[in-house]
C-alpha cells in the first residue's frame, strides 16, 4: 500500500489560511469517509485534529477544518497561530485487508 | 487522564529481536483496539501493526507480517510488540496509539491517543 501524497511544506503568515492536500486512491480516501489528520510536533506525541474527514474532536480548536472531494482530503489551518507550526499527516482507512496509511507528511511553518 | 507509555527500544543488532511494551492507564483498555505505528529518521508515520480490544484480531503491515507480533494483556493494561529479523528498515520511533471507538471487531483509524514513542536501532 502506498503512501498518501501530501506536499512536503507549505507556509503562511500569522492569522492567514493555509490548506494540506492529501491524494489516495478509490481504495483508500475516495473509498471510505475515514480520513483523520494528525498534529505532530518533533519529539511529542502526534495529535488527532480530525477524524472522519470533517470531525473535529474536543478541544481542538474551530480554525482546524476538514473536507474531502473524489480522492483528495484537505486540511485548512485559519487564522494561523505561531503553535501551528508542525507536522501534519493525513491518515485513511483502507479496507480489512491493509487497514490505515498514512500521508507522506507536511511541515507547516508560520512566516 | 489517558497515558500510554512506550518501553522496550533500544540498540539491536541485525536479524535479533526485540519487545515493545505499551503500558496504558486512564481508559478502560480491554474495550479498545490498539496500534503501534513507527516512524523511521527523516520520514513520515507508517502504520505496523493493530489489535483488537480482545485479542483476537490482528492485522499488520506487508513491511512486518510474518517478523512482528502484536499482542495484548488486559489484565495488565498493556500491549506488546515482538519483533523478529530485525533489519535496517526497521530503525524508527515506535509509537502506540489507542483507537478512538471502543467494542470494535477491526480495530483502525481514527487514533485519539498516542504515546511519546520509544526508538529502535538497529546496527551492528
Known amino acids: 500500500q502506498s503512501a498518501l501524497t501530501q506536499p512536503r511544506s507549505v507556509s503562511g503568515s500569522l492569522g492567514q489560511s493555509v490548506t494540506i492536500s492529501c491524494t489516495g486512491t478509490s481504495s483508500d480516501v475516495g473509498g471510505y469517509n475515514f480520513v483523520s489528520w494528525y498534529q505532530h510536533h518533533p519529539g511529542k506525541a502526534p495529535k488527532l485534529i480530525i477524524y472522519?474527514?470533517?470531525q473535529r474532536p474536543s478541544g481542538v480548536p474551530d480554525r482546524f477544518s476538514g473536507s474531502k472531494s473524489g480522492d483528495t482530503a484537505s486540511l485548512t489551518i485559519s487564522g494561523l497561530q505561531a503553535e501551528d507550526e508542525a507536522d501534519y499527516y493525513c491518515?485513511?482507512?483502507?479496507?480489512?485487508?491493509?487497514?490505515?496509511?498514512f500521508g507522506t507528511g507536511t511541515e507547516v511553518t508560520v512566516l | 487522564q489517558v497515558q500510554l507509555v512506550e518501553s522496550g527500544g533500544g540498540a539491536v543488532q541485525p536479524g535479533r529481536s526485540l519487545r515493545l511494551t505499551c503500558a496504558v492507564s486512564g481508559f478502560t483498555f480491554s474495550r479498545y483496539g490498539m496500534h503501534w505505528v513507527r516512524q523511521a529518521p527523516g520520514k513520515g508515520l507508517e502504520w505496523v501493526a493493530a489489535?483488537?480490544?480482545?485479542?483476537?484480531?490482528?492485522y499488520y503491515a506487508d513491511s512486518v507480517k510474518g517478523r512482528f507480533t502484536i499482542s495484548r494483556d488486559n489484565s495488565q493494561n498493556t500491549m506488546y510488540m515482538q519483533m523478529n529479523s530485525l533489519g535496517g528498515d526497521d530503525l524508527a520511533v515506535y509509537f502506540c496509539a489507542k483507537d478512538k471507538w471502543s467494542d470494535r471487531d477491526y480495530p483502525r483509524s481514527p487514533f485519539d491517543f498516542w504515546g511519546q514513542g520509544t526508538l529502535v536501532t538497529v546496527s551492528s
Open positions: 472522519d474527514v470533517s
Open positions: 489489535i483488537s480490544y480482545d485479542g483476537r484480531n490482528k
Open positions: 491518515c485513511s482507512y483502507a479496507g480489512s485487508h491493509i487497514q490505515d496509511v
